[in-house]
């Protein structure tokens, strides 16, 4: 049986493959052009071979562009230094999202006294055990391994020229509790650089609350577990912690504690002064009850000063306070930085100066609505430590979320909460631990674990609010808009009403209930 043919499939036939043939000649003089422009941008470079990554990366869409609010140049120029972690992709910072939800801080740039937002639920009190414990359990080993080395010798019973050959086997440890309140955190941090276990966060407690009266602590820092110290340590680390702390009730119990222990010849060392980014003096209340952690510069700044404000304290700059006590040499460092001045943490690192920054290899400082945070950004903060090598995060409790190089609209809510910061030029292996952590948490599906319930109502107005927008521009955007704060403040302050009034009336009915 014969097979009629269709003679205009038979024209068409080669005309298909002729365009086929075309195209894939095409492609390969495009793919050549593109190695060859490789190529010799990589030998113009001084490199020795082409990476095939690169090459992937011209001819396929890059879906995960690197997003960042900075600008161009400020990006490649941080992006030059090698130990900087590379920016966030979009897939990145929607995970971020997903773990510490936008929605929950709708409501927090009205009212921040709530605490509703999720990187103040997360960060509130941070755990740096996997981390800052985590290299410093490292250090301690290498330092009981070179004192056994140069000493010949791992027993107590050992000559005392051990106590001067442990300044050339490390660095004199040195931190700067600005704000240090009770002194537990400023405590361990000592015992942390020095390997100390004679340090006790115990016998502090018990000799601040001698007289009964001590404010308690948010994070129960008089109960969290102390930092673990090898049992065979034959001598401690030298080293230094200065705790600043201006309200007076306070620092009498300081310095009664410190004292009464001997711990100031352990290297704690008490300073009665406020630490800003100016010096001159201000005041604080006499009566303020010991421990309690609100009392910052603030509390008596007021137009007509409080009768209560009675007693005037120093109010000096790290910068100054650095020179005099260790000298301009940058190249001794200053260990840990702890920062909590309710309100004026920006302001403490604006007196330090980039000097004594650069000399810092580990920082913790506050984010809050109050004080001089009103009219400064974290974003601004971040920037800066950034330009003198600071990696930072969202310190939750053994979690890390990125803010440098991942930055997004809603952390310009002002609300309370911690940030950490390493210099990764000065330790390199600390700022790897910590990157490790935030890398490890975005392989998590839920990483945080703040769930925050918001009503219905909220939820709608929240998902109409610019800190919503997934649009990649609006939400790597650095500050919120005028017309949203404007919004915001007039009904904060109707909720500061509210709130006062009913406090008042909640006074009343106890009062009339006395009588």
């Known amino acids: 049986m014969r ?33 060859l422009l490789l190529l010799l941008n990589n030998n113009s470079a001084g490199g020795n071979a082409i990476n095939a990554s690169m090459i992937a990366s011209l001819l396929l869409p890059d879906d995960n562009h690197h997003l960042t609010p900075m600008d161009d140049n400020n990006n490649n120029n941080n992006n030059n230094n090698k130990n900087r972690p590379p920016d966030c992709t979009l897939n990145q910072l929607k995970k971020v999202r997903r773990q510490l939800r936008p929605d929950t801080c709708f409501e927090a740039i009205e009212a921040p006294f709530y605490q509703t937002c999720s990187f103040t639920q997360e960060t509130k009190c941070p755990d740096v055990t996997n981390y800052l414990d985590e290299y ?3 250090l ?99 080293g230094t912690v200065h705790c600043f702390e201006p309200v007076p009730a306070t620092v009498k119990k300081l310095q009664t504690a410190n004292r009464n222990l001997g711990y100031e010849a352990k290297g704690y060392k008490v300073i009665h002064a406020a630490v800003s980014n100016v010096t001159g003096v201000d005041y604080f209340q006499s009566k303020s009850r010991p421990g309690h952690e609100n009392g910052g510069l603030g509390n008596c700044r007021n137009d007509v000063r409080n009768v209560e404000c009675d007693v005037q304290v120093q109010v000096l700059t790290l ?99 911690n940030v950490a910061c390493v210099n990764r030029k000065r330790v390199p292996r600390l700022a790897m631990k910590m990157e490790n952590i935030f890398q490890q948490l975005l392989l998590m599906e839920d990483g945080g674990t703040s769930a925050t319930t918001i009503t219905k109502g909220k939820m709608m107005r929240a998902s ?15 500050y919120l808009s005028p017309e949203a704060i404007s919004r915001a403040m007039v009904k904060r302050n109707k909720k500061i009403r509210i709130k006062a009034a009913a406090v008042a009336a909640a006074a009343a009915v106890a009062k009339k209930k006395k009588e």
């Not at 043919?5 to 195209?23: D, G, V």
């Not at 330090?352 to 004080?371: C, I, P, Q, S, T």
């Open 464 to 478: 109409r609010h610019e800190i919503m927008s997934l649009d990649p521009t609006m939400m790597t955007s650095k």
């Open 140 to 238: 301690q080993q290498e330092y009981l391994e070179k004192t056994i080395a140069t000493t010949g010798n791992g027993d107590k019973d050992i000559d005392t020229d051990i106590d001067t050959a442990t300044y050339d086997i490390m660095e004199a440890f040195v931190g700067l509790s600005v704000g240090c309140n009770k002194g537990f955190d400023a405590l361990n941090t000592l015992r942390r650089g020095t390997f100390d276990a004679s340090l006790s966060k115990h016998d502090w407690g018990m000799e601040m609350t001698k007289d009964g009266i001590l404010h308690q602590s948010v994070c129960a820092q008089n109960v969290t577990l102390s930092f673990q110290v090898l049992p065979n340590i034959v001598q401690p680390r030298k």
């Open 319 to 417: 910068a100054d306070y650095v020179k005099e006590h260790f000298g301009g040499n940058d190249s001794s460092s200053i260990h840990i930085l702890q920062i909590d001045v309710e309100g004026y943490d920006a302001d403490v690192l604006l007196g330090a100066g980039k000097d004594v920054l650069e000399r810092v290899e580990y920082l913790e400082f506050e984010y809050n609505w109050m004080g001089s945070w009103k009219n400064q950004h974290l974003y601004d903060v971040i920037e800066m430590l950034d330009d003198v090598d600071f990696t930072c995060y969202w310190a939750g409790n053994q979690k890390l979320w990125r803010l440098t190089g991942c930055w997004q609209l809603y952390f310009d809510v002002h609300a309370w909460s």
């Open 3 to 35: 097979i009629k043919t269709n003679n205009k499939q038979k024209r068409k036939c080669p005309k298909i493959l002729f365009t086929i043939l075309i195209s894939f000649i095409l492609s390969m003089v495009v793919v050549t052009i593109l190695v």
């Open 136 to 138: 410093y359990q490292e």
